[in-house]
C-alpha cells in the first residue's frame, strides 16, 4: 500500500467505528482502488459480513446488476426474494425493497462492509440501492468506487453522487498517482532493494505514477532489473490496454495524434499545426476530442501532454520509422525558423531526424542554461544526449559532472568529473574538474582518495602560472582542508586564491576562496563570529552575480553555527538557503539540509513535536533515503537523537536497526546511539559494551562535538556510571575546540557527579544565559544548579532556578521534564504534568497495533517486512517491542490480546 497508508487508516477506522458510515474512492483507471478495497477487507474485524458487487461496461439495461454480482454464489439467498428482485412484472419500488430485504437478511445485526465497485457503469436500479442502503442503520460500512472522468449527467450515479451530498455526511477517499518518491519506494518494495534514483525518476516519467502501469511493467521483466526496464518495449497486454484509446479514431485524429506522439511531452499547439498542416479550428476540434477521452490533457496554455507517457509511446511503437523521422524533421525545421526555442526540444527533435550537430550544439547550450536556471536533472540528460555523440567533449563532461552532483547522483558525477578531468586541456577547466571532485570524494567518505586529489591539485599548482586556473585549484586545496578540519591549512590556501584573484580580476575565484575561508573560520570558536561576517557580506554579492550554488552552501553554513539572537532572523536565513538552492538545483541542500535547519530552527524554538515533525517530513521527501551507495540516513541519526530525548525509547531501537544496514555509518553513529539507549534502558551490560566500541570509534574520529559530550554523558549519569568513568569519558569527548559553553556544561555534570556540588553550582550559573545552548539544554542547566543548591539547602534559590527552567522545557518532553519534576516534588513544588504511564494494548503505538495484527494473522518476521516494507531486522524489533508491553511471551497471545480487543 505504497501511499496509501493514511487512505487506509481512514476506511479501518470507519469499519471499525460500529456506525453506519459512506465512503466514495474517486480515482483514474490503474490508481489502485480496488486494491485499497481488498486491504482493507483483509484487516476487518472477524465476523464481519464483506458483500463486494462489480458493475460492468454497458451493465445499464442489467437492473442491479451490483447486487446481483455480490450475491452470486450465496447459498443462503432466498430464491424465492432472488426471482422477485428479477421479476419485471413487479414495480420498482418493490423490487428495490426486495433488494434491502435480500441484503438485510445476509447481514442481520452483525458489522457489514458492503462494496459497489465501478459506480460510474452502474444501472439506475444499483445507483437507487446504494442511497437507500446509506440510509439504513446498524454498523455497517458502505463503499462506492467511480471514475470521475467518466461521470457524466447522463449517467445515474451522477445523480447519485449529488444525493449523498446532500443526505449524508459522506467520507471521499481520492486516490491520486504516485509521487516520484512513492513511486521510488514502491519500486524498492518490488525489488528488494533501494531503487537506482534515475531509474525511478524515468520509470515515474514513463507511468506517471500510475501503480498499475508501473505493476504491469514489472510483470514483463523477471529479475526486476529496474534500469534495463527503464529502456523495455511496453509488454504486448499493456500496450493493447493503451492503444484501444485511439483505436477508432477518425484517419485525420489518427494522424494528428500520432504526430503528437512525436513532439514530444509539451505538445506546442502552434507546433503541432504547423507539423501536421491543420488549420485552427479542425485541430480545436480534434484536440478537445482526445481530451474528452482522456487521451490528452491541456497542460498549460496552448500546451497540451499525454495523459499517460505509456499512452504516448504505445501509439509511437505501432509507427513506422520513417514516419518518424520525417515528422522530427518537421519539428526541428519549424523550431529552428523560429529561434529561441527550448534548447530541449530541438536536440530531441535533432536526434529524432538524424542531425547529431544540430544535437550537439542544442545540447551544449541547453545544458549551460538549465545549470543556470536550477534544472540540475534536465542539465544532465542533454549533457548526456550529446556525450553518446562526443564523449570526450570537455564543455558536455564538465556540464553533467556540475549537473549530476547538485541532483545529488553521485556515482554518475564521479562517473563524468574523471572523464572531464582526463580530457581538460585548459588549466582552470583541470582546476574546476579537482575542485568538484574534491568535494565528490568527501561526499562518498573517500578519504583517500580525497588526499590523492590534493596532491594531484598541489602538483598543477607547482605546475601552473599564476592566474586563474592556479588561483582555481588553491581554493580546491582550501576547501579539501576545510572539509577535513585542518582550519589553519584552509585559511592558508584561501588567502593566497583571494590575492591572486585580487591581482587578476577573477570575482568568481574570490567568491569561492570567501566561501571556504568564512565557512573555516565559522568552525573554530574564537574566529566564528568573524567568519560569519565573511559568508554575510559574500551571500549578497554571490546572489547578485547569480552564483546560487555558493550563496547556498554559504547561507548553509551560517544556519548550522552560532544562532543569530531574533529566531525570525534564523529563519529567514533558513528559507533564503533553500530558495538558492533551489536556483541551482542543489537538492542536498533544498530538501535535506532545509528540514533539517527547520528541526534545528524548532529545537531554539523548545519545540520538540516541531522539530521531529520537521525530520519525518524530511525523510518523507529527500530522495537520497533511496540511493544506493548514500552515506548514512542523516535524518535519521538525528531523529533518533530527538526520540532518545522524548523518551521514545521503542522507536529509537527500530532507528537503530534501519541505520545498521546501512553502509557508511559515521564509526561513532551507532555505537553511540546503542550507548544512549541502554542507559534510559538501566541495561549495564549493553551500555558498558558499546562504551567500549565508542571509545575505540572516537580515535577514527578526529572533531569533537559539545552536544554529543553532554547527550552521552547525561545518559551515563541516569545509569550511573561512577564518577571516574565519566572523568574518562569526559576526557575523551571533549577537546579544545569544543564550544566553552558545551564544555562548561559538561565538565559541571561530572563535577557533580563528584559530589562537589558549589563548584558545580559555579559552573552551571556561568552558562544559565548562554545562547548557544538551545532552550531544553538551558532548562537543564537550571535544573541541575537548583539540585547543587538543594544540597547546599539553598531552597528559595533553588526554586527561583526551576521556576526559570519552566518556560525553558514547557515544549519538551522527556528525560529532561523527568528531572524537572523530580526537583519540583523536592521542593514541594506539584508536579509539571509528566504524562501517566501506560501499558498493555494500549501502549502500542499506531504502528505496532498494525504489526500486531499481521502477527495474528500468523506472518512470520520476513513476511512482516515484506507486507510493511521494512527490514526483517526493524520487524523483529517491531514485534520484541509488542511482545514486551503486552507482557507475553509467544506470538499466538498477541493474537489473543489482540482479538479480544
Not at 554559504?554 to 533564503?576: D, K
Request: glycine content about 8%; overall charge negative; proline content about 5%.
Amino acid at each position: 500500500m505504497i501511499g496509501r497508508g493514511s487512505e487506509l487508516r481512514r476506511l479501518t477506522q470507519l469499519a471499525k467505528s460500529r456506525e453506519p458510515a459512506v465512503a466514495l474512492i474517486a480515482g483514474e483507471p490503474g490508481i489502485g482502488k480496488t486494491r485499497l478495497v481488498q486491504e482493507l477487507l483483509d484487516v476487518v474485524a472477524a465476523g464481519t459480513t464483506v458483500l463486494v458487487g462489480h458493475a460492468e461496461p454497458g451493465s445499464l439495461a442489467r437492473p442491479y446488476e451490483v447486487l446481483l454480482d455480490a450475491i452470486d454464489g450465496r447459498p443462503e439467498v432466498d430464491k424465492r426474494q432472488l426471482a422477485a428482485l428479477s421479476d419485471a412484472e413487479r414495480s420498482p419500488v418493490e423490487r428495490l425493497h426486495t433488494g434491502l430485504a435480500i441484503l438485510s437478511a445476509l447481514i442481520g445485526g452483525s458489522p457489514a462492509v458492503i462494496v459497489f465497485e465501478d459506480l460510474h457503469w452502474a444501472d439506475s436500479e444499483s445507483a437507487a440501492l446504494f442511497e437507500r442502503i446509506a440510509d439504513q442503520p446498524g454498523p455497517r460500512l458502505l463503499i462506492g468506487t467511480y471514475r470521475p472522468d467518466e461521470v457524466t449527467r447522463r449517467q445515474p450515479v451522477a445523480g447519485l453522487l449529488a444525493q449523498l451530498e446532500r443526505r449524508h455526511a459522506v467520507t471521499h477517499v481520492r486516490l491520486d498517482r504516485l509521487s516520484p518518491a512513492q513511486t521510488a519506494a514502491l519500486l524498492a518494495a518490488a525489488s528488494g532493494s533501494p531503487a537506482p534514483v534515475r531509474a525511478a525518476a524515468a520509470l515515474h516519467q514513463r507511468t506517471g505514477g500510475n501503480p498499475f502501469f508501473l505493476e504491469e511493467l514489472l510483470r514483463a521483466m523477471p529479475g526486476y532489473d529496474l534500469e534495463a526496464l527503464v529502456d523495455q518495449p511496453l509488454p504486448w497486454s499493456l500496450a493493447d490496454v493503451l492503444r484501444r484509446q485511439v483505436d477508432d479514431l477518425d484517419p485525420v485524429s489518427h494522424r494528428i495524434v500520432e504526430a503528437a506522439t512525436v513532439l514530444g511531452h509539451r505538445i506546442l499547439f502552434d507546433l503541432l499545426a504547423d507539423v501536421t498542416g491543420t488549420g485552427e479550428d479542425e485541430l480545436i476540434a480534434v484536440l478537445r476530442d482526445l481530451v474528452t477521452r482522456g487521451v490528452l490533457v491541456e497542460s498549460g496554455e496552448d500546451e497540451f501532454a499525454f495523459r499517460h507517457a505509456l499512452v504516448r509511446e504505445a501509439i509511437a511503437g505501432q509507427m513506422l520509422g520513417r514516419q518518424r523521422r520525417r515528422l522530427h524533421e518537421a519539428a526541428l525545421d519549424v523550431l529552428l525558423r523560429g529561434g529561441g526555442s527550448d534548447p530541449a526540444m530541438v536536440a530531441h527533435h535533432a536526434r529524432g531526424a538524424g542531425r547529431y550537430e544540430d544535437m550537439i550544439a542544442a545540447a551544449r547550450h541547453g545544458a549551460a542554461l538549465y545549470l543556470s536556471i536550477g534544472s540540475a536533472y534536465q542539465a544532465l540528460q542533454l549533457a548526456e544526449m550529446g556525450l553518446d555523440e562526443v564523449p570526450e567533449d570537455s564543455e558536455l563532461l564538465g556540464a553533467a559532472a556540475r549537473a549530476a552532483w547538485l541532483a545529488g547522483l553521485l556515482d554518475d558525477a564521479w562517473r563524468h568529473g574523471r572523464r572531464w578531468r582526463e580530457h581538460a586541456h585548459d588549466p582552470s577547466d583541470q582546476a574546476e574538474a579537482l575542485y568538484l571532485l574534491v568535494r565528490l570524494a568527501w561526499e562518498s567518505r573517500e578519504a583517500a582518495e580525497v588526499r590523492a586529489l590534493t596532491a594531484d591539485i598541489e602538483n598543477l599548482i607547482a605546475q601552473l602560472p599564476p592566474g586563474a586556473g592556479q588561483a582555481r585549484a588553491m581554493t580546491a586545496i582550501a576547501q579539501s582542508a576545510y572539509l577535513y578540519d585542518e582550519t589553519e591549512t584552509a585559511l592558508l590556501w584561501a588567502d593566497r586564491a583571494l590575492a591572486l584573484a585580487d591581482e587578476f580580476d577573477l570575482p568568481s575565484v574570490r567568491l569561492t576562496a570567501l566561501l571556504e575561508k568564512g565557512s573555516a573560520m565559522s568552525d573554530w570558536p574564537q574566529t566564528a563570529a568573524d567568519g560569519s561576517k565573511i559568508l554575510s557580506a559574500l551571500v549578497h554579492e554571490a546572489e547578485q552575480a547569480g552564483e546560487w550554488v555558493i550563496a547556498a552552501r554559504a547561507l548553509n553554513v551560517l544556519v548550522q553555527g552560532e544562532p543569530p539572537t531574533s529566531s525570525t532572523e534564523h529563519a529567514e536565513i533558513l528559507e533564503r538557503m533553500r530558495v538558492n538552492a533551489e536556483r541551482a538545483g542543489f537538492e542536498s541542500l533544498s530538501v535535506a539540509a532545509y528540514f533539517q535547519g527547520r528541526a534545528r530552527l524548532a529545537l531554539r524554538a523548545g519545540d520538540l513535536g516541531a522539530a521531529i515533525a520537521a525530520l519525518q517530513e524530511g525523510r518523507a521527501q529527500d530522495r537520497s533515503l533511496r540511493r544506493r551507495g548514500r552515506w548514512a540516513d542523516f535524518h535519521g541519526v538525528f531523529l533518533a537523537g530527538l526520540s532518545l530525548e522524548a523518551g521514545d525509547l521503542d522507536e529509537v531501537e527500530e532507528l537503530i536497526a534501519d541505520l545498521a544496514e546501512l553502509p557508511n555509518n559515521p564509526p561513532t553513529v551507532i555505537p553511540g546511539l546503542t550507548f544512549h539507549l541502554a542507559c534510559r534502558r538501566h541495561d549495564r551490560p549493553r551500555a558498558e559494551a558499546a562504551l567500549a566500541e565508542l571509545v575505540t570509534a572516537l580515535e577514527e574520529q578526529v572533531w569533537r562535538s559539545g552536544e554529543q559530550a553532554h547527550d552521552l554523558i547525561s545518559a551515563a549519569l541516569e545509569l550511573g556510571l561512577p564518577a571516574d568513568d565519566l572523568d574518562r569519558m569526559a576526557a575523551i569527548l571533549l577537546d579544545s575546540e569544543v564550544w566553552d559553553a558545551h564544555r562548561m556544561l559538561v565538565e559541571a555534570q561530572v563535577t557533580e557527579a563528584h559530589g562537589l556540588h558549589a563548584q558545580a553550582l559555579a559552573g552551571y550559573l556561568s552558562i544559565t544565559e548562554a545562547n548557544w545552548l538551545a532552550p531544553a539544554v538551558r532548562g537543564t542547566v537550571r535544573v541541575s544548579a537548583a539540585r547543587c543548591l538543594l544540597a547546599a539547602d539553598r531552597r528559595a534559590e533553588a526554586q527561583e532556578q526551576i521556576e526559570a527552567a519552566g518556560p525553558l522545557l514547557a515544549g519538551w518532553r522527556g528525560w529532561r521534564v523527568e528531572q524537572f519534576d523530580r526537583v519540583r516534588a523536592q521542593l514541594g513544588m506539584a508536579p509539571a504534568g509528566a504524562p501517566t504511564a501506560v501499558t498493555g494494548p494500549a501502549a502500542l503505538t499506531p504502528r505496532e497495533r498494525e504489526v500486531a495484527v499481521l502477527i495474528s494473522d500468523g506472518l512470520t518476521n520476513t513476511e512482516l517486512a515484506q507486507r510493511l516494507y521494512i527490514s526483517p531486522k526493524t520487524a523483529a524489533v517491531h514485534v520484541s517491542n509488542i511482545l514486551r508491553k503486552l507482557g507475553v511471551s509467544s506470538r499466538g497471545e498477541v493474537g489473543d490480546l489482540v482479538g479480544r480487543r
